[in-house]
Structures are given as structure tokens and as C-alpha cells.
């Protein structure tokens, strides 16, 4: 009885793509015998072109119902099957085949009985010559594998026909083992139903192959085969959905005794894979990922009709279908083949910026001398002071300082820590034996990595070392940083170095999830190194938000490690009253004197105009010298910046000076705003972080116009520095003229004395008083050898009230320092004073201070519970000789919170951290399927002897990137391309190396490729020589070379097996080239973990 | 030729350049003249009023007499002052130990038990003595001051014929290290002598001033201690030829400050005294000034009468720091002023007057100039009282408590007699008053706060004064910012 063929055609919503397969379905050579047409949810004009059709079944469904259950549905009018030879062949509107396609199919069934399924070979929609998909297989976990995919057809898999399973979309199965099998798994409505059903067959005992000659183009409208789209909505979807098939079929596979295992490990497993998906860049998995565990975990009884499907129908074991799944090496292979050619479609993403070539060592190099110079006094020293520098706390207790919890500073209590706490166990862990001594080196690094960081950014805006060089210098002469630098502020010197990093990330931000996880890393950093920055990043995000497109869900990522980690201290500050407060700058209050707004124009942050008025005052020259002199030094920079705008580019410049705008007001702002108190003095914000700013923002404009200058940049660009650094060097030399407030060692540390006992009694009691100059007296109580930079907290800082403790400490101190009849010794052990120190620095003129330091000097000589052991110039002490008591830290301090804020910071970070690790791939190009033209483009490529660039990309764009992030939209300026056209063509060239070196990668695999066959050819004829019934192919004539092709070896399992080992074989030499790619192992590797 | 998008592009460019520009100049003006809101947060503090304190005061004790000027070692005491004192609680006395001085007459401690946590006890002691010997005579009034670390005496000379000693009483019972600064005419003295005096707990050491500064007209020590603190005390005393011209024993003035207040400086005798055979300037009333430090400054003295308020005496001298200067009041009538000193850097400052005996009649001018009597008071600053007061005035002639008031307000005192009657005196703001009252007698002032107030004893050529201090500035409220 000749074969009866049923095609059941199953259409959604697409007219054009329907009316393209029901002619080729009219066309077939071996027409069917009936066809059954289902219109799920189908338009009217999709029902009217299926109405034409020439259905014998005209179906519609008003349920959105998946392809597999259509298929169930439609086959349910098919009239039983009554023999063997009736057979079902799948499609949907978006699987056309070509004319000879059943021919073939029925060709190669009906010579194998065994045979039950076969499949087409698909094709691309329009490009026939592309190679869509070529049968389905499973790795030995369990993972889906499409061995073909995405590869131009050269016949190099014309002999394949063993395949462990054929996709559902073309699919050829005899109508009675459809009954027997019951049908698509319906709880794999999009992925794997095919792969499942096969599987089942092959367990049942059927053969399934798949017949390369025949060819079904498949459009991939998401009807018969996933949908092929870039979109990223669709791609996250289609993710959940595969990982889900992936989950339910290993639970429908797995023994029962796995079971258990397999249902614990669901949800840890997805949060290692999404662990991976961070580091591979690829975060919009992560949701989809969950969501598939949590479905399968708790989804109900799908997994139990699966098995109980499985087992109804199971006649051989499942290690009968082991050797046709994919082995490791095999898997490993493809993937990296994959990467590869993915690589090859993203060239150029990464450039390289000439760091040593382009001058930017010998910028880094002169600043290491000058820095070293600058600060020779401090050689050799391993702790600095002075100004807002103090000790830090060992790295255990650096780490033990953040989040929330006790905060060691005068009495102490219990609240959130700065988030720069944070930024000084990064920094103190760098130097981990002796924590302090990072700070030395900060100051002896400040300003190499200044200019190493400006540097780098200056690659962002021009190609020409010279510029670079001026910007990073520029840069690291920027009397901000040297304001910070010698007022002892190591928060703003940190800002000064990581500003420039931040723009550098940031202007990529929105084309990289590696650069928005670092963005979002350093902007957290900046913004606890300075509060005060926060209005106008905030404003800087957003214009980069706004400018930054489809990219704009990676620049919504950057705020988010910044929030987490200010959360506590704003909840605190605002439940307390003092939102404001937020904004106080971290470490050690420092009051000092504010500058004149001018004097911020000029960059300088403090009010001595950099040294220039001392200076000036030595040489008995009027004050309105420097007033003059230094304008006039730092005019070219401003004259520059300002003539970017006139210039080529002005689009760029005005988002540079926008920048430096925000800082200028920024820094204005500041010196009006002082949240902070220390003693009886206010303290004001300091500007000098939004000046670093303003700087910054300046000179990129700047560096504009001289970019736009040309050549005639060089003459203006060497005033400029030179100019620059003449206006920063009384600042800069401040170290050896002795100016400076930092000083070598501790400043303000406890006499040896108390220093001695503090050593071995950490928590030793020291009463700091402090006469004011207002004649008030300021009281502190100090813990062991005083108090560290991390112990510092704005929470003490800007709080308005005190506490009863306060209080308490308040008229002790206030007692002591008078005639007074209070016993103190209740007070001193409450506190656990065993020492009080009097700062005696109010000097001998006649002035508040120094008569409450008198007065205090002389009530405390009078105490009898005190004993005056040491008197320095600075300070004399007292003793408590009967003191024993020390007050402890509480052992709960911060409780239930210290821990969930630790986690959740440990959490995101975490989590920021792994996206940002730069893993050296791409991101996009491993998620896209490649259009038909790529695949063909790839191949064409290789034959030509100079190859063009990817037109998609416009490089020029990607060179020229701006500093700002909003700089993007500078595309549209076509005049932007005119100054870098030079560089643009450097930057062609080192694409066309690397497409050269990728497209060679693809020249020896397309010559492996095909060079093997004869191998595979004589072991496969070697084997076939071994079978019986090797001659009796009919389609053997139809090829070539009639030995090369494999089905014609194979009737039994053995055969198979040993074909299929063969194959991989074969396969894996043209992959040993790639695999040696590290980056390659290392992501399959991952992959391989996950499963 | 340009074609029309360069041109636009060039006129955006432009465009764009002008406004740049304007911003930035914009924001140039505007930060430099724009007065911007300010946030300026207040420190958070508590004022500390310290617990009451038991209460101690010094009597410095008998005046001495020294037999060669500059041997510490020949002290004598010429007998016991008479001391009046009174406390609002039960009151003790003890003497304090005088290794360095042969007789009695030591001084007195006394000291009165705060209740606990209650208010501060009040206390007041004054000590009078006439002395008639040889070659000291006349009257020196003194109260019984606090212990300090610190304290100025404006007094003293060590010319011929002048005696000064400087008496530090230490009442605590740890000893103190002192310090003394000495100021003469001729700047800071250079006196290592002087420096790391070691006074006994509980005793009284007395330091003649010639040892220290010989030949200096006019001195101003500086007492500073450590340690246990010292009540400084300067006894001056001089003859003229073999004739005693008067004894003083002056306790400490206020602390440098820029304005100070002189109250009751009473002139007696005034033409007596300047009509001695001696140049007339060193018997007229003058004000001793010193500026500490090193900076020039630039100070006002005025003596305002108290009975009609006016101002009958100005003099305004530029004063080299760290130099002893004297500016002299020639036209003042007998009666009691009020002196004022404004300056703009701190100062110290004391007055003095001198009141003569009327002379013998007949003998030789020389006899006559031998046997007239003369006695001096030194009048220092005082600093402003608290509410309530205590006074115990001592033995001597027309006792007169004296009154400032410098406030912007009028105020009323009640002054109360121990044991007897009680009647209101009004200060109005800016005017001063002199209240009679009775020697040997303590009185109770309520409603004295922001006051000032001196005593003054005023006899033919007995004359001596002390100012009233509140108890120490050790015990006032303090300020504290305790982060």
C-alpha cells in the first residue's frame, strides 16, 4: 500500500507568509493526500488565503493555542490511523517547502520501516542557501543542541541523516505512532516539543532521521519555529521558555531516584546561572531564568504526564539513545565556534587606545616625579596627618565599619555608616598589613592617577597624543586636587582621581552592561567621597538617560549601587529631620575658611586663592596682585572653553560646559551651605569636589577647541599647561615651603603616656576638651589612641540635639573645667575616663580661648580625682588614677538591621561587581541570530582580498565618543567626522586586522570543514562495508559521491553510534584553532557549570 | 562657495558661542553679587552651670616688714590685720603656714561647706589694719580673695623708698608652681628669679619685688600658677626720707579686657597732697595701664564723678604692649569718680590716689614736710557682680560701698545690714552710686548683678579700698559643645 500523506498547516495571524505555503504545499511533486488548515486567532486575510487553500479540513480556533497542541487539535479529524503507511506532516504558515520536499521525505521512510519520523532540512526564508536549523539533539545532561545552525549550505551536511531528533516545524511522522506517542508534551508549547517528541519515538523504539534533501524554508514568524527576532522583550521570553523546556524535560527524563535531586537543585541553580549571566553581560536573562525554575518547581503536575508519558510508551532503554546525543567535546566545540563567528559579526567594538604609544606612560612617568618631589619629606613615612588625615582602623575593623551599626565616634551609638567608610576599606585594604600607609601612598598617587585616569578619557575626545597630554595634565594640575591635597582632604583627592574614570565609563554606559555596572561602581564612590555631588550627577544622568536611546535600561542601572548604599544614611537623616544633612561631606569636619565665589571661578576651594595672597604678602606685594596675576594664568584655559562653542563640535562643547556649569553652581552652593558642626564652629561644604567638576567639564572644552585648532593646537595647548602649572605652584609646594597642614605621623595624637596605656586598653577613656574660640569649650570623648578616619560619621556630625549622654559628658566636661563641687568620679566611670587632656593651643595672647583654657587648666589642676602626668606644648594631661572601668561597644549594636544592610549591600555590589567584570566578550552578538545576509556576508567575506567594514556600525561614532554621556548625539553633527578622519581610518585598519584574523578563523574552518569528508567518507564506507544491507539505497545515486554519504551505512543502533562518534571526530579538528581562545573555555565552562 | 547648511551650521555655532558666553559671564556676576540664601546650622551645646562648690576665701594676712629690700629672709610681721567676715552657712578658719616670715599674723583661710546640690554658699571677708611702726604706716584694707592660676596686680615700685612684695597665699592642698611676669616702665622684665616659685600647699610665700625688678617706678606682675592655685597680693609701702608715706595691700585686678571698670576711686586731700614738698604728679590720682602682649594699643581713661555723673576727666594715650604706663588726672576735686578705661586690645589697669595728713603748723619746712603723713589706695578694676552679694566691710574710717552700674537698665539693690536694717539704693544705667555703710559690719546686696562695686576707707591720711569680685570666674556658667 502506497504511503497516504496528511499535511496539517497550522496559521496565525500573517497573510503574505501563508499564501507563499499553501502554494508550495500545491506544488509539491508528490502531493499530499489531505490537508488540514487550522487558523488559530487568524485576520481575515489570513482565513481568506487558508479558505483558498484547498483544504479538506478547514479549521479555526478562537484560543491562542501553541503549535504542538494545533497540531493535537488538528490531527484529532484526521481519521485514525488504520495502517502504517498513513503518515501526518506538520507545518505552519511560516514553513514553506520546496516543491520536492514530501518526495524526499517519503523517499527515505519508506525504505526504513523503522523509521517513524523524519524532518526537513530548514532553510532561511528567503536565502535558501542558509542552513536555519538541521535536526535537534541533546548533550548528556539533557541540553537542547541544534548541531546545524545558522551555516551557509555548501552539502557539507547532505550525508547526515541519524539525528537524535528533528524540529516539529516539517516534521514527517506515521499517523499510528502520533496516536501511540499522544502527541507534542503540552507543557512545551515553544521549545523542545519537537525534541521531546522524537526522544519518546526513539524510547518507543522508532527511528527518527533527517533527510537534508529535503528543504522547508522556514520564516521563523513564532508559529512552527521560535520567533527570530533582535528584540530584547522577545529574546527574554523565548529565554524562560527554553529554560523551562530545558527544566521540565529533565525532570520528565531523569530516573526516579534523581528526582528529589533534581527538584532541590532548580532554584540554586538558577541562582548560579544568573551569577553567570551577570558575568556574561546578560542581566535580562536573570528574570526569566527565576521564573522558569519557580514554574517548574511549582508548576503542577506537568512533570508527572510527562513521565507517566513516557514510561506508557518506553520499549528500550534510555541507554539505547545515548550515543546519539552530543558528546562534551563536541558541545564545547560548537559553542566556540558560535562565539566566534558572532565575534567576527561585533568587530571593533573594542579599540585600542595607545596607552604607551600615545604618550601616556611619559604623562603618568613626569607625574610620578613631580609627585615624589613634591612631597619628598614625606618619603619613607607610613602614616600621614594633619588636616582631615587620620589613622585608619585595622582591615577587620575598616570592613566591620560599613553598612550600620556602632559608630565609634565620642560616646558612640548606633546608626548608619557614611558610604565612605566604605571607599576607605577599598583603600585601606590595598595596603592590608598597615591600612594608614594607603593614604601616603594615595598622596604620593594622586597625581599620576589623575592624569593617567584624564588620560584615559582624553581618548574619549581626540586621537592626538599632544592633546592628551595637555588634558591629562591639565587634569592632574588642577588646583582643586592641590587644594585637597594640602587642606588634608583625602575625599576629595579620591573624587579628583575617580571623576575622570567615571566619564570614561559612563560615555559607554549605555552600550554596555560592563560599562553601566562600572559606572554605576564609581558613581557610588564619587558620591560618598562627596555628597554634594549628587544635584548635579543627578542632572548629568538624566541628560544622559534622556540622549541615551535603546541603551537607556543599562544608564537606568548606574544610580542603583549609589542608592543602596546611601539608603541607610538618608532614611536616618530624614526620619531625623536633617534631610540636608545628607550632604555633608564625609571624614573629619574641617571648618576652615570659605573663598570667595571668584576665587571658585578660578578653581581654587579655598580662601587664600592657592597660596597666591600668602605668597604675595611675603614679597610685601599688595593683595590685589594675585587678583590679577592669577585670572591672567588660568585665562587660556577659560578662553579655550568658551571658544569650543564657536567651533567645530559645538554641540559636544556645550554638553562639556553644561558639566562645568553644574559644578560651578555646585561649588557656589557650597560655600553658602554648612550642615556640619564641629565644636561651636559651623562647618561649610567644601567645594572642592563640584570645582573638580566644573574642571573637568572646562577643559574637555577646552580640549575641543584645541581639537578643532588643528594643528595650530600646539602653541595654545603648551600656554595652557604651562600657564596652569604656574598658578598651582605655590599650592603645589606648599610640603617643602611648610604650608601645608598635612604634616608626617599622627597630628593631634594622645601623649605617649596615654598612647602607652591605650595600646593594651583599646577602649581606654580619654576626655578631649578643646577651649573654643568663643570662650565655650568643646568636649570629646575618645576611645584607645584616638579616632580614626573611618570612625568618622556625618551622622555625629550634623545632628542638631543632644543626647542625654551628650548631655551628661556635657556638664562633666563643663564641671570639670570649673570650681565646681560635683564628685566626678560617678561621671568618669560612667564614661570610662581614665585620661582628660586639655588642648592648650589658644596661645598666650589674651582672647576667649585662652581664658577658658586657663580657667580649665586650673579647675583640673585643682580636681583631686585627676593627676597631671604630662604637659606638652600642644596639650596637657591629666590622669584618673582610680579609673579601672573601660565602657565596651555593645555586643548588638545595630542588631537585625547591621545584618540586613550588610546583606543587601553585600548583595547589589556584589552583583554590580560581577556585571562589571570584564569578561572580554561582547554582548550582543552572542544573542542574536545572524540575518541570512551575515551568514552570507561571513562567507563571502573570506573570499575577498580586502574586505570592508561592517557598514552597520558607523566606527567613526564609535571613535569619537563623547566625554559626556549625552555626547552620543553628536552623530547627527555630520561635520563631527571631518577632525577624527584621520583616526577613524587607524581605527578601520585595526578592524580590517581583526576581521582578517576572525575571517581567517572562518576560512580554516569552512576548509576543515570540508577537507575531512573523504576521512569521514572511508570510516563511514568502512563501517557500511560491514552492513549488510549497505547497497540497497535508492537515494544513494542521487549524491556525488555515493560512499561519503552516511545513511547509507546505517540500519541499526551500533551503526549509528559509531557514525555519530566519527562525525564529532572529524568535526573537532577545524574548532581546535578557536578553542584555544581563552575566553571561549572559560564562558563554556561557566555553561557547562550551570547545567 | 559655502552652501546654505554651512551657513546655518556656522550661525548656530555663533549662536551658540554668544550665549556660552553670556552664561558664563552670567554666572560670574551672579555668584560674585547675587547674595545667595545661606544655611549655616548652630552647633549643638549645653551651658554647664558648674555644681556649687565649697567655698574657700584668703586673708593675705598681717602686713610685713622687710629690713633689707632685697633679703626674702628678713620678713617680719608687724601684727594682725582685723578681719571681719560672714558666710551664708557655717564658716571655718585656719592660718596658713609663712616659713619665710618671723611673727604672727598669718593669713586666714576661710571657708564655708556647700549643702549639697543646693546653691552656691556666700561668702565675704575683708581685712583692715593701721599701721603705725617707723617705716611703715597708714591703712590697708583688703578682701579676702579666691585663689586663682592666674591674676594681675597693677601696683607696686621699687624706686627708693618704695617697698612692694608680692604675697602668694596657696590654700589648696597642692603645692603651686608660680610663675611671675613683671612689667615696669621699661617693658616685660627680664627675671629668671622669678619664674618656678614653688609655694607650699597651705602656706603663704612672699617675694620682694626688688629682687625681682630693682629701681622700676611702676610695676605690673602677672601671677600665674600651676598646680595648686595662689592668691597674689602686693604690698606696697613707702618712705620718704625717715617719714612712713603710706602702705597698700592691693589684691588682683580684672583680667586683661578692653573695657574696665575702676569704681569709686576716691580723692582726699587732693590739694594737701599735691602741695607736698615732693613733685606734685606723683601725689595726683593716676591710672596705672599695661597692655600684655606685644601689640600697640590705643586707650581711653575717663573719670566720671558719681555725684553729678559728669565726665571730668579724659585722657587718651597710644600704650607700646608689654610697657608699664601711668596717665595722670590734674584737675580733680576731692569726692569719689569713677574710672573708665576702653581700649582696643585687653588691658590691666589699677588707680591710685594719694591723701595727706594736714600738716603740723609752725616748725621748718622741712620739719614739716618730715612729719606730714600721707597714705595711698590703690584702686583696682572690678568685675561684675553677681545677683546676690555678700559684703563684709572692715574696720576703718567712713566706710563707702561704691556702685556701677554699666547696664542699659536701672537697677535696684537692696542692701541689707546683717542683724539690722534693710533699705533699696537705685543705680541708674551708666551712673554710680556710694553707699554709706558701717565698719566691722557685713551687709547681704541682692539686685546686684551686672554691678560693680568697690569699697573705699577714707580717713586724713588712712586711706585704702578693695574691690568686690563675684565668686571666681572658675565657677561661672561655661559653654560646652560636647561632640
Known amino acids: 500500500m502506497p504511503p497516504t500523506v496528511t499535511a496539517i498547516l497550522v496559521a496565525h495571524r500573517g497573510a503574505e507568509h501563508l499564501r507563499r505555503t499553501v502554494d508550495a504545499l500545491s506544488a509539491q511533486t508528490r502531493p499530499v493526500d489531505s490537508l488540514v488548515v487550522l487558523g488559530v486567532l487568524s485576520d481575515e486575510a489570513t482565513t481568506s488565503v487558508a479558505a483558498g487553500a484547498a483544504a479538506d479540513q478547514l479549521l479555526a480556533s478562537n484560543e491562542k493555542l501553541p503549535y504542538g497542541t494545533a497540531l493535537s487539535v488538528a490531527s484529532r479529524v484526521v481519521p485514525p490511523a488504520t495502517s502504517d503507511d498513513e503518515w501526518l506532516w506538520f507545518l505552519g504558515q511560516d514553513a514553506a517547502p520546496e516543491p520536492d520536499a514530501l518526495a524526499r521525505l517519503i523517499e527515505t521512510v519508506a525504505v526504513s520501516p523503522s523509521v517513524a519520523i523524519a524532518g526537513p532540512k530548514l532553510v532561511d526564508w528567503d536565502e535558501t542557501a542558509v542552513i536555519r536549523e538541521l535536526g535537534v539533539s541533546m548533550t548528556r545532561f539533557g541540553a537542547t543542541i541544534v548541531p546545524v545552525e545558522d551555516e551557509f549550505d555548501q552539502a557539507q551536511h547532505d550525508r547526515t541523516s541519524d539525528m537524535l531528533a528533528v524540529p516539529s516545524a516539517g516534521m514527517l511522522i506515521r499517523h499510528s505512532v502520533w496516536e501511540k506517542l499522544g502527541g507534542f508534551d503540552p507543557a512545551l508549547p515553544v521549545f523542545d516539543d519537537g525534541l521531546d517528541l522524537c526522544v519518546r519515538a526513539r524510547l518507543a523504539g522508532h527511528r527518527v532521521v533527517i533527510v537534508p534533501a529535503a528543504r522547508v524554508a522556514s520564516a521563523g514568524d513564532g508559529v512552527s519555529v521560535p520567533a527570530r527576532t533582535p528584540k530584547g522583550r522577545v529574546r527574554r521570553r523565548q529565554h524562560r521558555q527554553k529554560r523551562a523546556a530545558q527544566l521540565h524535560r529533565r525532570m520528565a527524563y531523569a530516573p526516579a531516584f534523581a528526582l528529589a535531586f533534581h527538584w532541590l537543585s532548580l532554584v540554586p541553580l538558577a541562582v548560579i546561572r544568573s551569577l553567570l549571566f551577570l558575568i556574561g553581560k546578560q542581566p535580562g536573562l536573570i528574570g526569566g531564568e527565576f521564573a522558569a525554575a519557580f514554574a517548574t518547581a511549582f508548576g503542577g503536575g506537568h512533570v508527572g504526564q510527562a513521565r507517566s508519558a513516557i514510561k506508557r510508551v518506553r520499549a528500550v532503554k534510555w541507554k539505547a539513545i545515548a550515543p546519539l546525543r552530543i558528546p562534551r567535546a563536541e558541545v564545547r566545540r560548537m559553542r566556540a565556534l558560535r562565539r566566534e563567528t558572532s565575534l567576527v559579526r561585533m568587530h571593533g567594538e573594542r579599540r585600542d587606545v595607545n596607552f604607551f604609544t600615545g604618550g601616556g606612560a611619559w604623562v603618568v612617568l613626569a607625574m610620578v616625579l613631580m609627585s615624589i618631589a613634591l612631597f619628598a619629606p614625606f618619603l619613607g613615612t607610613s602614616q600621614l596627618g594633619g588636616g582631615g588625615l587620620l589613622p585608619l582602623n585595622g582591615v577587620g575593623g575598616l570592613w566591620a565599619n560599613l553598612g550600620y551599626g556602632w559608630r565609634d565616634i565620642g560616646i558612640g551609638f548606633v546608626g548608619a555608616a557614611d558610604p565612605f567608610t566604605g571607599v576607605l576599606a577599598v583603600l585601606g585594604s590595598l595596603t592590608f598589613w598597615q591600612p594608614s600607609f594607603s593614604l601616603v601612598l594615595l598622596w604620593f598617587a594622586a597625581l599620576p592617577l589623575s592624569a593617567l585616569g584624564a588620560w584615559f578619557l582624553s581618548t574619549r575626545l581626540t586621537h592626538r597624543p599632544v592633546l592628551r597630554a595637555t588634558f591629562a595634565l591639565v587634569w592632574a594640575l588642577a588646583p582643586m586636587l592641590f587644594d585637597a591635597l594640602q587642606q588634608g582632604r583625602p575625599a576629595a583627592v579620591i573624587v579628583h582621581v575617580l571623576l575622570p574614570w567615571l566619564f570614561y565609563a559612563g560615555t559607554a554606559a549605555k552600550r554596555s552592561w560592563a560599562a553601566a555596572a562600572t559606572t554605576g561602581i564609581l558613581t557610588a564612590a564619587v558620591l560618598a567621597c562627596s555628597p554634594s555631588l549628587a544635584p548635579a550627577l543627578l542632572v548629568i544622568w538624566v541628560i544622559g538617560s534622556a540622549l541615551a536611546g535603546r541603551g537607556v535600561v543599562r544608564v537606568l542601572l548606574v544610580p542603583i549601587p549609589a542608592l543602596v548604599l546611601f539608603a541607610p544614611l538618608v532614611w536616618q537623616q530624614v526620619v531625623r529631620g536633617t534631610p540636608l544633612a545628607v550632604f555633608a561631606d564625609p571624614g573629619v569636619p574641617l571648618p576652615g575658611a570659605t573663598g570667595h565665589p571668584l576665587h571658585a571661578a578660578l578653581g581654587f576651594a579655598d580662601a587664600d586663592l592657592g597660596g597666591w595672597q600668602s605668597l604675595m604678602s611675603i614679597f610685601g606685594l599688595s593683595s590685589l596682585v594675585p587678583s590679577i596675576v592669577v585670572p591672567i594664568l588660568m585665562a587660556p584655559i577659560a578662553i579655550l572653553a568658551l571658544l569650543s562653542l564657536f567651533l567645530r563640535g559645538t554641540i559636544r562643547a556645550t554638553l562639556c560646559l553644561v558639566g562645568a556649569l553644574l559644578g560651578f553652581a555646585t561649588a557656589i552652593l557650597a560655600l553658602q551651605v554648612s550642615v556640619a558642626t564641629t565644636g561651636s564652629q559651623a562647618v561649610p561644604l567644601f567645594p572642592g569636589p563640584a570645582l573638580s567638576l566644573y574642571w573637568l567639564g572646562l577643559i574637555a572644552a577646552a580640549t575641543m577647541a584645541l581639537v578643532a585648532m588643528g594643528r595650530f593646537a600646539i602653541a595654545p595647548a603648551t600656554v595652557t599647561v604651562a600657564l596652569a602649572a604656574v598658578a598651582v605652584a605655590p599650592l603645589a609646594i606648599a610640603v617643602p615651603l611648610q604650608t601645608s597642614s598635612i604634616t608626617e605621623g599622627v597630628a593631634n595624637a594622645l601623649p605617649a603616656y596615654a598612647a602607652a596605656q591605650a595600646e593594651t586598653k583599646p577602649r581606654l577613656g580619654t576626655l578631649l576638651l578643646t577651649p573654643q574660640d568663643d570662650g565655650s569649650l568643646a568636649a570629646q570623648l575618645v576611645h584607645g589612641t584616638g579616632d580614626t578616619l573611618d570612625d568618622q560619621s556625618t551622622l555625629s556630625d550634623t545632628t542638631r540635639t543632644l543626647s542625654p549622654d551628650e548631655k551628661k559628658l556635657a556638664a562633666l566636661a563643663g564641671n570639670l573645667a570649673s570650681t565646681s563641687g560635683l564628685d566626678s568620679t560617678a561621671l568618669l566611670k560612667h564614661f570610662g575616663i581614665s585620661f582628660v587632656m586639655l588642648q592648650t593651643t589658644a596661645g598666650e595672647g589674651i582672647s576667649p580661648s585662652s581664658q577658658t583654657q586657663l580657667r580649665a587648666e586650673t579647675a583640673l589642676d585643682g580636681n583631686p580625682v585627676l593627676t597631671q602626668v604630662a604637659s606638652t606644648d600642644d596639650s596637657v594631661l591629666w590622669s584618673v588614677p582610680r579609673q579601672k572601668a573601660t565602657v565596651a561597644v555593645p555586643a548588638d549594636a545595630g542588631g537585625w538591621l547591621r545584618v540586613g544592610v550588610l546583606i543587601a549591600l553585600g548583595v547589589v555590589f556584589g552583583l554590580t561587581l560581577l556585571l562589571a567584570l570584564p569578561t572580554g566578550r561582547t554582548e550582543r552578538g552572542t544573542l542574536r541570530r545572524p540575518t541570512a545576509a551575515e551568514v552570507l556576508g561571513q562567507r563571502a567575506k573570506k573570499k575577498e582580498p580586502e574586505p570592508e567594514p561592517d557598514p552597520a556600525e558607523p566606527e567613526p561614532t564609535e571613535s569619537e565618543a563623547a566625554t559626556s554621556e549625552a555626547a552620543e548625539s553628536e552623530t547627527r553633527d555630520p561635520e563631527t567626522t571631518d577632525p577624527e578622519t584621520v583616526e577613524s581610518a587607524s581605527v578601520t585598519d585595526e578592524q580590517r586586522q581583526a576581521v582578517d584574523a576572525a575571517s581567517g578563523g572562518t576560512d580554516s574552518e569552512a576548509t576543515t570543514e570540508t577537507a575531512p569528508t573523504p576521512v569521514v567518507g572511508q570510516s563511514a564506507e568502512s563501517e557500511a562495508g560491514a552492513e549488510p544491507s549497505s547497497g540497497a539505497k535508492p537515494d544513494a545515486s542521487t549524491e556525488s559521491d555515493a560512499s561519503t554519504e552516511p545513511d547509507a551505512s546505517i540500519e541499526s543502533e551500533t551503526s549509528t553510534e559509531s557514525d555519530a562518534s566519527i562525525e564529532s571526530q572529524a568535526s573537532i579538528e577545524p574548532g581546535a584553532g578557536v578553542t584555544e581562545e581563552p575566553d571561549a573555555d572559560t564562558v563554556s565552562e561557566g555553561d557547562r557549570n550551570a547545567e | ?483
Open chain 2, 1 to 483: 562657495m559655502p552652501s546654505k547648511r554651512s551657513i546655518a551650521r556656522g550661525g548656530v555655532r555663533i549662536l551658540a558661542g554668544v550665549i556660552g558666553v553670556a552664561v558664563a559671564a552670567g554666572a560670574l556676576v551672579g555668584a560674585a553679587l547675587v547674595p545667595l540664601p545661606t544655611l549655616r546650622v548652630t552647633p549643638p551645646a549645653a551651658k554647664v552651670t558648674p555644681v556649687a562648690a565649697d567655698q574657700q576665701r584668703v586673708c593675705p594676712g598681717g602686713l610685713l616688714d622687710l629690713a633689707d629690700a632685697t633679703d626674702a629672709s628678713s620678713l617680719s610681721s608687724i601684727g594682725s590685720p582685723s578681719i571681719t567676715t560672714d558666710a551664708s552657712t557655717s564658716i571655718t578658719q585656719r592660718s596658713l603656714k609663712t616659713p619665710n616670715v618671723s611673727g604672727g599674723g598669718a593669713p586666714r583661710v576661710i571657708a564655708t561647706q556647700s549643702k549639697n546640690g543646693g546653691e552656691r554658699p556666700l561668702i565675704a571677708g575683708a581685712q583692715s589694719q593701721n599701721a603705725t611702726e617707723a617705716d611703715i604706716a597708714g591703712l590697708a584694707a583688703s578682701s579676702c580673695g579666691e585663689a586663682t592660676s592666674d591674676g594681675w596686680l597693677v601696683a607696686g615700685a621699687t624706686t627708693l623708698g618704695a617697698t612692694s612684695l608680692i604675697m602668694l597665699s596657696n590654700p589648696s592642698a597642692v603645692q603651686a608652681t608660680v610663675n611671675l611676669t613683671v612689667y615696669t616702665e621699661a617693658g616685660q622684665a627680664e627675671a629668671p628669679g622669678a619664674r618656678g616659685l614653688v609655694v607650699r600647699a597651705q602656706s603663704q610665700l612672699v617675694v620682694p619685688l626688688a629682687g625681682i625688678v630693682p629701681n622700676a617706678q611702676a610695676s605690673v606682675v602677672h601671677v600665674q600658677a600651676s598646680g595648686g592655685s595662689v592668691l597674689a597680693s602686693l604690698q606696697q609701702s613707702t618712705v620718704q626720707g625717715l617719714a612712713p608715706q603710706g602702705v597698700e595691700l592691693v589684691g588682683p585686678t580684672a583680667t586683661p579686657a578692653k573695657h574696665l571698670v575702676i569704681p569709686g576711686m576716691t580723692v582726699a586731700n587732693v590739694a594737701r597732697a599735691a602741695g607736698g614738698a615732693e613733685g606734685a604728679s606723683s601725689s595726683l590720682p593716676s591710672v596705672r595701664l599695661l597692655v600684655p602682649g606685644t601689640t600697640e594699643a590705643h586707650v581711653t581713661v575717663t573719670a566720671t564723678s558719681e555725684t553729678d555723673a559728669g565726665i571730668v576727666g579724659t585722657q587718651s594715650i597710644t600704650l607700646q604692649g608689654g610697657t608699664v604706663r601711668e596717665v595722670t588726672f590734674d584737675h580733680l576735686i576731692d569726692g569719689a569718680y569713677t574710672v573708665r578705661v576702653a581700649s582696643d586690645q585687653p588691658v590691666v589697669a589699677a588707680a591710685r590716689t594719694v591723701d595727706a595728713a594736714a600738716t603740723k603748723s609752725g616748725g621748718s619746712a622741712t620739719e614739716q614736710a618730715e612729719a606730714a603723713t600721707q597714705d595711698f589706695a590703690w584702686f583696682v578694676a572690678s568685675a561684675p557682680l553677681l545677683d546676690r552679694t555678700l559684703l563684709a566691710v572692715p574696720s576703718g574710717a567712713s566706710p563707702k560701698l561704691h556702685l556701677v552700674n554699666d547696664s542699659d537698665t536701672d537697677a535696684t539693690v537692696k542692701v541689707s545690714e546683717t542683724g539690722g536694717s534693710t533699705h533699696s539704693v537705685t543705680v541708674a544705667s551708666g551712673k554710680a552710686v556710694a553707699v554709706t555703710v558701717s565698719a566691722q559690719q557685713t551687709y547681704t546686696l541682692d539686685g546686684t548683678k551686672g554691678l560693680r562695686a568697690s569699697v573705699s576707707l577714707t580717713a586724713d591720711a588712712a586711706s585704702s579700698a578693695f574691690a568686690l569680685n563675684p565668686p571666681g570666674p572658675l565657677a561661672q556658667p561655661i559653654v560646652v559643645y560636647p561632640k
